[in-house]
């Protein structure tokens, strides 16, 4: 079959890529930026890649008219706190303008359990979704699903940070709300088992695992699981703003993400029936066999997909190809350069920077900075990397974006999402007499960007020259 995939670079689409082509499907991959597509160039060259922002006025043409089906993954719950129901919507009009124009008979859609009455505005839009696509022109397919466990998910990661930071947790009142966490491996097993089943057409399915877990019930596990001590102790008055910077602050999510979230855990997302369980013959895994399946993948390098490379846990929502070419206008920077002894190692030692691995030199005031980027608002450090030494363009790199990442040219330009008074470029390009270079760009806004920049000078002395020499001779 001829299948086009939405969301192909979010968290779902990651992984449901190389399963398609395993099956021999042919996938066309819609994108808003086809340089954010982390795969490989073997898997890269056996898809075909159109570069689609469904929230923008619809251009005839832009998808092939042989598709015969469709997954619809895009999701805009973390972009905005305000008006992502409204974003949602258009998207999905929009999806069904450009799918009318195909022979589509198909469409699949991942959305969230929605069997309680009062829903949360993030449940609502995603029953809205599931509306508007089911007037579009081919049969739809819902799988309706709860949180969702694996490396790299935003559910696990926020269990995982809260967990691993927190012996003591003084926690809201929804943390007594019930849920049915579904792993990710189910979730595929699932998306890929309707593909084509004509039983499923014009159906809608609750998928879930098999234990009913409230939230302080999987904190609790998990703790269990890694040996952690944990108490929590719920509250009644803790205001769901209040809940909100809690998350934020204590876990790598974004405040957007987090306001949204903690609406949705006021609502308990429990299946009703289990009849695609059944139809497709599938024995979905516990919540504590998910764990250990997302732990073997961390401890192997091998996290596919997290929901932090996209875009939506960062500072920017546009495309960042207009931040590719680095102005030299109004800029101040910081230039190092060294000649290498061993130009391999040093790329490699490029390739792994930031993360477990660190910034080579003066961690502790990288942290410290991370620290004040968090009190005001930013990302912070804890993003973190999802590859120990792959670096794909668009991931998430600490607080910076990775904007460029040629290994062949041997060059990588990073974006800063940190909070600053300006905008802020780190560039590292091994030229061809083996010389790095190492360069630090900013370009201030105003009076304030300048006395930032001045007022950083001490720091930047010793922090550029450190690393530098740590990247040329660890």
């Known amino acids: 079959m001829k299948i086009l995939l939405t969301g192909a670079n979010g968290y779902i689409g990651m992984r449901l890529l190389p399963l398609l082509i395993e099956q021999g499907h042919e ?75 195909t022979n589509c008979t198909q469409i699949i859609y991942l959305g969230g359990i929605v069997n309680e009455k009062n829903l949360s505005k993030h449940l609502w839009s995603r029953k809205n979704v599931e509306e508007i696509l089911s007037d579009g022109p081919g049969h739809l397919t819902v799988l309706r699903a709860a949180i969702i466990v694996g490396s790299g998910s935003a559910s696990f990661e926020i269990i995982r940070d809260l967990c691993e930071k927190l012996p003591v947790m003084i926690t809201p009142k929804w943390v007594k709300t019930r849920c049915q966490p579904i792993a990710v491996r189910d979730v595929l097993t ?44 719920d509250v009644p008055f803790m205001s769901p703003k209040l809940s909100s910077y809690w998350l934020y602050f204590v876990t790598s999510t974004s405040y957007k993400l987090a306001l949204n979230l903690v609406d949705s855990m006021r609502v308990e997302v429990i299946t009703k029936d289990t009849r695609l369980q059944q139809m497709l013959n599938i024995t979905p895994i516990s919540y504590v066999q998910a764990i250990d399946l997302a732990f073997k993948k961390i401890k192997q390098n091998q996290v596919v997909s997290s929901w932090k490379d996209s875009m939506v846990s960062g500072r920017f929502r546009k495309d960042l190809k207009k931040y590719v070419e680095v102005p030299d206008q109004g800029c101040l920077k910081d230039v190092q350069t060294i000649k290498l002894k061993n130009p391999e190692q040093a790329l490699e030692n490029i390739w792994s920077i930031g993360g477990n691995r660190g910034w080579y030199y003066g961690n502790w005031l990288w942290k410290i900075r991370g620290y004040l980027d968090k009190a005001f608002g930013g990302v912070g450090l804890r993003r973190g990397r999802t590859h120990p030494n792959k670096i794909y363009e668009g991931d998430s790199l600490d607080f910076w974006r990775v904007i460029l990442a040629d290994k062949k040219e ?29 360069t630090a760009t900013f370009r201030p806004r105003g009076l304030k960007g300048r006395l930032y920049w001045y007022a950083m000078l001490p720091f930047h002395y010793f922090i550029f020259a450190g690393m530098i020499n740590k990247i040329a001779n660890s």
């Not at 998306?191 to 695992?209: A, N, P, Q, R």
Request: include cysteine; charged fraction near 30%.
């Open 27 to 101: 996938i066309v991959c819609s994108v808003r930026n086809a340089n954010r597509l982390s795969v490989t160039e073997d898997l890269r060259k056996k898809i075909e890649i159109v570069e689609i922002d469904f929230l923008d006025e619809v251009k005839p043409g832009l998808l092939p008219t042989d598709i015969d089906a469709a997954y619809y993954l895009i999701h805009s719950m973390s972009a905005s706190t305000d008006d992502f129901d409204e974003k949602e919507e258009l998207s999905a009009k929009n999806f069904n303008t450009y799918l009318a124009q």
């Open 190 to 233: 699932y998306l890929t088992g309707v593909l084509g089943k004509g039983e499923c057409y014009d159906e809608s399915f609750d998928i879930g695992g098999p234990d009913i877990l409230s939230y302080k019930e999987m904190m609790l596990q998990y703790s269990k699981y890694r040996n952690l001590s944990l108490t929590i102790l």
């Open 410 to 438: 041997k060059r990588l330009l990073l974006f800063a999402e940190m909070r600053v008074p300006g905008e802020a470029w780190l560039e590292f390009d091994i030229d061809e007499n083996n010389v790095l270079h190492q």
